[in-house]
């Protein structure tokens, strides 16, 4: 912001302006004119334009800024603008650290099963050219672009990298193949940032079921049960939480007995059973 003629991106506060979400800051100060100071830290680029016309991009250190000069030139601005130079310039600061991006989102198995994602990427601004890219590619609103801003152009490259791969896998394998959805969003993302002047550095992706049931399936039929057993557990599971005593019997896909006898007697569909709908009554007591 600017004070006493200075340029930077330090607040009145002296508070750093370019956190670890911001990508771009477009200074809102129009009193940047002949002498003004521009002052760049280590991790910033700085693009000066003039009337929408990039004149120059700082790395670090400190720059005088130099407009025309002109005979005609100061006396039209001491009579029409009270001594204030009319010409428009803006800066520009670019974060050239690395900043990370997190996007979250919903793709379908192979069985229509639905899937949430998370993926993690980091980015940076390398190069001068760069720091042009994005000024000239990247719209923004107000005086910040944000990892949030790059996210809404990211979101539907990764959606469309991981679903074209998760679409053709069974539910159960989509974590086999977590390398090559990696290596898939990583290579189109860095395509696609590339056109706005943004690297691409590394890129972590998790995919899980939406459905807790599955979630819960799946984590038995980890310790290599079947998927009849894995069902078998995950019901005894819910009934050892709910108090229910034939928990055990469940699990080990036994019927419950008590002192030998089991409580329930089969008895011949239609023959009055029908209103359980099981083919079974309690037994009458001896």
């Known amino acids: 912001m600017a004070l006493r003629n200075v340029v930077s991106t330090l607040s009145n506060e002296g508070k750093e302006v370019m956190g670890p979400t911001v990508l771009l800051f477009h200074v809102p100060s129009d009193g ?23 004149l120059n991009v700082y790395e670090t250190g400190q720059y ?3 407009t025309p000069q002109h005979p005609l030139f100061g006396s039209i601005q001491t009579a029409f603008y009270g001594g204030q130079n009319p010409w428009q310039y803006e800066a520009i600061y670019l974060n050239r650290a690395k900043l990370v991006c997190t996007t979250q989102g919903q793709a379908l198995s192979k069985e229509m099963a639905e899937m949430e994602y998370s993926v993690d990427y980091y980015i940076h601004v390398d190069t001068t050219d760069d720091a042009v890219k994005v000024v000239q590619h990247m ?11 790059v996210n809404a152009y990211a979101g539907p490259v990764i959606e469309q990298a991981i679903n074209q791969i998760v679409q053709c896998t069974p539910l159960e394998q989509v974590n086999e193949k977590i390398q ?10 860095a395509a696609f940032l590339k056109e706005y002047g943004i690297q691409l550095n590394s890129v972590k992706v998790l995919v899980r079921p939406s459905d807790e049931l ?20 995950f019901c005894a599971l819910e009934m050892a ?8 019997n469940m699990a080990c896909g036994e019927g ?10 089969n008895v011949p569909l239609g023959s009055g059973a029908g209103q359980g709908g099981n083919g079974k009554r309690p037994a009458e007591p001896v």
């Open 32 to 54: 940047i004119a002949n002498g003004t100071l521009l002052t760049v830290e280590s991790n910033h680029f700085c693009v000066l334009k003039s009337r929408g016309a990039i």
């Open 64 to 66: 005088q800024v130099e």
């Open 139 to 149: 719209p923004y609103a107000g005086h910040f672009i944000t990892t949030d801003n």
């Open 180 to 189: 090559e959805i990696t290596e898939a969003v990583h290579d189109k993302l």
């Open 214 to 233: 599955m979630k819960s399936l799946i984590s038995l039929k980890a310790f290599g049960l079947s998927e009849l057993e894995a069902v078998r557990y």
């Open 241 to 248: 939480k709910r108090g229910v005593i034939s928990a055990p």
């Open 256 to 265: 419950f007995n008590i002192s030998g006898s089991s409580p329930l007697v």
